[in-house]
């Protein structure tokens, strides 16, 4: 709920407690980095999706644009 009112302080507090619950939770995560993007917390959502299948279009878009936002461009 945190999350779609952009509450994202509080949405972050509260998918860092699910992410270290269900570690293996893809859209906990997805959620996370997209929180930490939003609020200009580049390097934290990449360090969330680094280590994912970019492949998968979601962590594609959500770990580019933070690269982009980051300038990492390599």
């Known amino acids: 709920a945190y999350y779609k009112q952009a509450r994202l302080g509080e949405a ?3 998918l860092q407690t699910l992410h270290r619950q269900q570690p293996a939770n893809q859209q906990v995560m997805l959620l996370l ?3 930490h993007l939003r609020l200009g ?7 969330l999706l680094d280590t994912q ?3 998968q279009p979601a962590v ?3 770990l580019g644009t933070a690269l982009l936002r980051d300038e990492q461009v390599e």
């Open 41 to 47: 917390e580049n390097k934290r959502a990449i360090a």
């Open 33 to 35: 980095a997209d929180a």
């Open 60 to 62: 594609a878009y959500v």
């Open 12 to 14: 972050i507090q509260e």
């Open 53 to 55: 299948d970019a492949s």
